[in-house]
């Protein structure tokens, strides 16, 4: 096992040398007749001290290592940072006294700092994190770069709350984590809320065995529909749920016409509270029985946001039990789970696509209908190894488009997916690519390597 470890650094110092060998040397040849605009660039390599580099170098790496676009310039960026930034940790890491990750880390908790300071805060940190876990190791990084520049770290974490953001990822089993960056004290308010609903739930006989992760996420789930939340804190924080209900219902009947006059204010559930002492009426609204109030007068299926889905479902699979279903975002199901997913949702079906029936276009900008095609035809950007979703990305002519030709150019065969980087790096003829027939996209890069690029995945010719 010791042994295993030393060759995995060893392996991981001998692939970062390798990357800065070949990000250093890259230069590859353009079209002389471009535009200025489509001219190739250098872009930063990393921090400060860090050299330009290769505008496309990371494409021809995506290749090389088998990863997206974005995890290649990643691992660019991490290894020029160590090489140029933090000396004493790059020497550590080719000596495999450090391993290559957590060097890696380091690096990009330092990127903002100055050259200098990085420099001392990456040789403090090392003499120091020896013997400590991943997490303390980290703590004590995080306390040293804010030594290095209070200034900077204030700078960083206002930067941080401008970032805020709510991102889906990592679907796999008909689930997907949801990642949110927040507020610290909206954070742990979520928290409150989801942890309130999550023992509300326990209460239902139905979910007695379930855990308490488990009734947290189906928490989160329901209040996406903030009416049934508000519903089920009311019937709960109540304390006689039933006879209240019968008096002031949680869910008014609009067919029964419209809500008497409150004469004590809006939200309060059961009439003024008044104070014994003073005999004042306390209108807070907070103040009414249980602390969630309001009346809910729409059905709260009703109030379901909206969300457009992109199913696929083999035809074959619906005129039989098992099968298997792909949603888009999400990822493959069982199509029984579906059921499971679908259940208490209004569902509108839509017609789908049939690629087959699709005719080519004269005119250069594809249609509407022929965007979706294509989108449905590569669920992903058709470039080796990437996983960034077809759905809004430039649509380009894998041949280029010409306004003397008479026959329709635009059409499924003649058209792929592809990023802004990507098209320009295919625009300025760095990489080449040629679809053989629908779906499949032969690349060649500018150091002579070649992928097959399919609907599904890509293949690397070797």
Request: aromatic share 6%; net charge negative.
């Amino acid at each position: 096992m010791r042994a295993a470890l030393v060759a995995g650094r060893q392996a991981a110092a001998d692939e970062a040398l390798a990357i800065h060998d070949l990000v250093v040397a890259y230069d590859i040849e353009i079209d002389d007749d471009l535009i200025d605009e489509l001219l190739v660039s250098t872009v930063p390599g990393g921090g400060e001290g860090t050299p330009e580099i290769h505008e496309f170098v990371h494409l021809e790496l995506c290749g090389l290592l088998g990863v997206s676009a974005r995890h290649a310039r990643s691992r660019i960026f991490e290894v020029l940072n160590l090489v140029y930034r933090h000396p004493t940790l790059w020497a550590a890491v080719q000596g495999l006294g450090l391993e290559m990750r957590r060097a890696g880390m380091a690096a990009a908790k330092c990127c903002q700092l100055s050259r200098g300071d990085a420099d001392l805060v990456g040789r403090q940190w090392f003499h120091q994190q020896e013997g400590l876990s991943w997490k303390a190791a980290f703590d004590l990084l995080d306390r040293l770069v804010i030594e290095a520049d209070p200034a900077l770290a204030a700078k960083k974490q206002q930067q941080a709350a401008a970032a805020r953001e709510v991102v889906l990822r990592d679907h796999s089993e008909g689930a997907i984590d949801v990642t949110a960056r927040m507020d610290a004290l909206d954070a742990l308010y979520l928290d409150a809320a989801v942890d309130q609903l999550a023992d509300i739930l326990r209460s239902d006989e139905a979910n007695a065995e379930s855990t308490k992760q488990v009734l947290r996420a189906k928490a989160l789930g329901i209040l996406a529909t903030p009416a049934l939340a508000l519903g089920l804190q009311q019937q709960a924080l109540n304390p006689d749920t039933t006879r209240q209900a019968e008096q002031h219902p949680l869910l008014a009947d609009p067919s029964q016409g419209p809500e008497p006059e409150d004469p004590y204010g809006a939200g309060s559930a059961v009439g003024p509270l008044v104070d014994p002492e003073t005999g004042r009426v306390n209108r807070d609204p907070h103040q009414c029985i249980g602390h969630a109030c309001g009346r809910i007068t729409v059905p709260p299926a009703k109030l379901q946001p909206k969300s457009k889905v992109f199913l696929h479902v083999n035809d074959e699979d619906l005129n039989r039990l098992g099968g298997a279903a792909f949603i888009e975002k999400v990822g493959w199901i069982s199509s029984l789970t579906l059921e499971d997913l679908l259940g208490g949702k209004n569902v509108t079906i839509q017609p789908v696509i049939d690629l087959n029936t699709i005719a080519s276009e004269q005119q250069y900008r594809p249609s509407a209908r022929m965007r979706e095609a294509i989108q449905l035809l590569f669920p992903t950007e058709a470039f080796p190894y990437s996983h960034t979703p077809s759905r809004g990305l430039e649509l380009d002519h894998t041949v280029a488009y010409r306004t003397s030709c008479r026959y329709p150019q635009t059409g499924v065969g003649l058209l792929e997916p592809l990023s802004h980087k990507v098209h320009h790096a295919k625009t300025v003829a760095a990489w080449r690519a040629k679809q053989r027939v629908p779906g499949e996209i032969v690349w060649t890069s500018p150091l002579g390597f070649q992928y097959i690029v399919t609907t599904e995945r890509t293949y690397r010719r070797e």
